[in-house]
């Protein structure tokens, strides 16, 4: 028998004998089992003499066999751990003392919603790489609140992504310009750019730059719905968390009468107000379908909002434009 050997046979006599004591304090649980194993332990120290003889240890436990040994001793404290944790359950972080949860919620509609409703548009963008969802939430809020702006394109997109990147104005500039200049100017363009497997995390800070330059470039296509009298009907889609927005707008003209009118496919129920030069008219859609919602006698060259409201989705409404296109 080498060194090793016997160096684990003390260790495993001494654990033994351990357990010997402790249940010398409890005498009611010498031969009690543990949880249907009996307690080996207690019959392997039962020798009056100083000696361990080997004709006083049960066969399983023959100290030449160490494997054995080895393997009922684990199976042993695995059973005391699992009665442990039995009468002791372990509680969460959160929790002061143990409470009993529900299997459902009762009320999935409401609860299972995501917080953002309007997020699922972004997989209708033509991008490289997916922004993390704080990311595209800011810019798409920084875009509704530039859509109403007189300003230029390239300084609308400065403006929307300067808050993600305060401290380099000339680079954001630069990229921009490069931004508007790309190929890729239309969300609806059959050809698409290759989707990488990198993350945005892994991205240099000027790529992440481009990125969400060209992030706020779609959104602020996807939100803008220019007509004109050679272009009366323009057609948009937008995703959400309950499913597609489908809006079309269309202006009318039949002598002196006009009208603008936005017909509408929606997921769930929700209103559509549209307004501008002064009036306002309102539509809702008490679940998912077809609503419609029109101004009467409106010149073209005026600039019109849309606004669509999912209160079962979503607390902030979406804003859309109706320019005049030039």
Not at 159 to 167: G, M, R, Y
Request: charged share 20%; net charge negative; with cysteine.
């Amino acid at each position: 028998m080498n060194s090793d050997s016997e160096s684990l046979q003390h260790q495993l006599l001494a654990l033994a004998l351990a357990s010997d004591v402790e249940a010398g304090l409890h005498p009611s649980a010498e031969c009690e089992e543990i949880d249907g194993v009996e307690n080996p332990l207690f019959e392997t120290t039962t020798s009056t003499s100083g000696d361990f003889e080997s004709e006083g240890i049960p066969q399983t436990f023959q100290l030449g066999e160490i494997p054995t040994v080895q393997e009922r001793f684990q199976a042993l404290i695995k059973r005391r751990l699992q009665v442990q944790i039995q009468n002791h359950p372990p509680l969460f972080p959160w929790e002061t003392q143990l409470r009993d949860y529900p299997d459902y919620v009762d009320s999935p509609s409401v609860a299972l919603v995501p917080a953002y409703g309007w997020m699922a548009q972004q997989s209708k963008l033509n991008i490289p790489v997916s922004l993390p969802d704080k990311v595209f939430r800011q810019l798409l809020e920084k875009c509704q609140a530039m859509l109403l702006s007189s300003l230029p394109l390239g300084a609308k997109l400065v403006q929307v992504v300067e808050s993600l990147f305060p401290n380099d104005a000339q680079a954001l500039n630069d990229l921009a310009g490069m931004v508007l200049r790309s190929p890729y100017r239309s969300v609806d363009a059959p050809e698409r750019m290759p989707i990488q497997e990198s993350d945005y995390s892994d991205l240099g800070e000027r790529q992440q730059m481009a990125l969400s330059l060209l992030v706020a470039k779609q959104l602020l296509e996807n939100l803008t719905l220019p007509i004109s009298d050679s272009n009366p009907v323009v057609e948009r889609q937008w995703l959400t968390s309950a499913g597609a927005i489908n809006l079309k707008v269309e202006y009318q003209s039949q002598g002196r009468v006009t009208k603008l009118c936005v017909m509408g496919t929606v997921p769930t129920a929700g209103i559509l107000t549209l307004q501008g030069n002064g009036t306002q008219a309102k539509a809702m859609s008490s679940s998912s379908g077809c609503v419609s919602v029109e101004l009467y006698g409106q010149p073209l060259n005026q600039t019109y909002t849309l606004e669509v409201e999912f209160p079962e989705l979503e607390q902030q409404s979406l804003l859309f434009v109706i320019p005049p296109m030039m």
